[in-house]
């Protein structure tokens, strides 16, 4: 068997776990979260929100950077490892104690008294996250993502059956704390006895040097964008409510969880793919055009179809007391719906080790996204959601630019292999949006909007043979009959 052939069937295999992963996790999270939307107030959920953000840029300097950079390694061992883990370790430490004394600034400026002694706590999930950043790196280095499995789904269904009885027990936003703790908590508990890794008492300033240019680079690129990405909440909460941030992190969820479960996957095992082979050009492009072609086929339909349910779909699930978040939700779909395209062309560039490339990228971007979103918080909280779509696609547009010439593949070449899915899944939504004017139940409606879209699409799929379609249901029959020969 070939070298590409191994590579092949590696990234398929963990391509399976990492969707299992996602998909488990995120599905289980998302029962959980639907239960919780039940038991726990919006303006409970907007405090949480506004938490989330501080940890998230918070853990950038813990969990990003230098972790990337041990992934985009080809020969990282044991002392780059080591060295990494107690850089994030100090990283962890520094920035808890900025959290704990900034605190009290920060619930002053939110008018949420609540907000300082929270946050001292939930913090403390920085130093769980510094020391499993680094098993994490290992195990997507070497494709082991089925250890990630156990990590993640033991960890959900754990902190969410204990939030679950807290909520219902009314302790309201303790319940949420509770489960962000506890998550973090027994991810690194049994990461520890399933990863053979230990950190060694060994620490390398030369070999932190190798991995500073490139880890700076990332580092500060995943900076920017969680800044950017959180920015808007952080304005959203200022000038509104946290009902109304809640609100938009609602419909935000929904579509975040598709793009978790289906394109954070396939990009998560594509990065150190690229890497493996970043010295043959050509190859890095058939793995990026499969990568696009693959996650655009599969995200586009998931995406518009959401958008045109989403009213029925929140008053079933969240009820009608969670009906302001379904413009919020429409946006959003239409928005992520592009990310299939950003995140291929953005990690063959980190798998080539052009980080210098990302950060320039990541400044221009956020430049424009700051420029949208100060025009547009003059118009209201809507009109923010909405500079979000108009973001992306400027966005999308210089995220490709660079691999014209790193990779040969064009803007011309990226749309003509996205078209075929896009129309495809524009027709399907019309026809589910058709059905909204039939004089039924929402009860009745939504499952059959959903039928009727599947339908509609492996229907066009198939009698046109659109080329994703059709690698699909190969490999699935390949790896039926694969299954069948190891049985036999």
């Not at 280095?141 to 969410?160: C, D, M, P, R």
């Amino acid at each position: 068997m070939n070298d590409n052939q191994v590579t092949k069937n590696t990234v398929i295999k963990s391509l399976f776990w990492k969707f299992l992963e996602r998909g488990g996790t995120q599905g289980i999270s998302f029962i959980v979260s639907i239960i919780l939307a039940r038991l726990v107030l919006p303006e409970e959920y907007g405090v949480i929100a506004l938490m989330t953000i501080f940890i998230g840029l918070a853990n950038v300097f813990v969990q990003k950077g230098f972790s990337t950079a041990l992934v985009q390694k080809k020969d990282a061992d044991d002392i780059d490892f080591s060295t990494v883990f107690y850089v994030n370790l100090i990283m962890a430490g520094v920035i808890y104690i900025i959290l704990v004394y900034t605190s009290p600034l920060i619930a002053n400026f939110y008018s949420e008294p609540q907000l300082a002694s929270l946050l001292k706590i939930l913090s403390l999930t920085l130093f769980l996250g510094a020391i499993n950043s680094v098993q994490i790196s290992i195990l997507t280095k070497k494709f082991q993502f089925k250890k990630l499995l156990y990590s993640s789904l033991t960890a959900i269904v754990v902190s969410g059956s204990i939030s679950i009885g807290l909520a219902y027990k009314g302790y309201g936003v303790w319940a949420l704390i509770a489960q962000q703790l506890i998550n973090q908590f027994v991810v690194t508990l049994v990461m520890w006895f399933t990863v053979e890794w230990r950190p060694k008492l060994v620490f390398s300033t030369n070999r932190l040097k190798g991995l500073f240019n490139y880890g700076t680079n990332m580092l500060l690129t995943n900076l920017i964008g969680t800044i950017s990405y959180d920015i808007r909440g952080l304005v959203i909460g200022k000038l509104y409510t946290s009902s109304m941030l809640a609100f938009s992190n609602r419909g935000k969820q929904f579509p975040t969880l598709i793009i978790r479960n289906i394109d954070d996957s396939i990009q998560a095992v594509m990065l150190p793919a690229y890497s493996l082979n970043q010295d043959n050009r050509k190859r890095v492009k058939e793995i990026m055009r499969r990568s696009i072609t693959t996650s655009s086929y599969i995200i586009f339909p998931i995406m518009i179809g959401l958008a045109v349910i989403a009213e029925p779909l929140t008053r079933i699930l969240l009820t009608e007391n969670w009906l302001p978040s379904v413009p919020f939700m429409q946006i959003f779909c239409i928005s992520y719906m592009l990310k299939p395209i950003h995140s291929a062309n953005l990690q063959a560039i980190k798998g080539l080790g052009y980080s210098k490339i990302i950060l320039k990228l990541e400044i221009i971007k956020k430049v424009v996204e700051l420029t949208i979103l100060i025009i547009s918080m003059n118009f209201g909280v809507y009109a923010i959601a909405m500079g979000t779509l108009i973001a992306s696609l400027i966005s999308m547009a210089i995220n490709i630019f660079p691999n014209k010439r790193l990779v040969d593949y064009s803007y011309s070449e990226q749309l003509r292999d996205l078209l075929p899915s896009l129309v495809t899944s524009l027709f399907m939504g019309a026809v589910v949006y058709s059905i909204q004017y039939f004089n039924l139940s929402v009860y009745l409606r939504l499952p059959l909007q959903v039928f009727i879209g599947m339908i509609t699409y492996v229907l066009i799929s198939n009698i046109f043979k659109l080329e994703p379609y059709s690698y699909i249901l190969n490999e699935i029959k390949m790896n039926i009959r694969n299954k069948k020969s190891v049985v036999l």
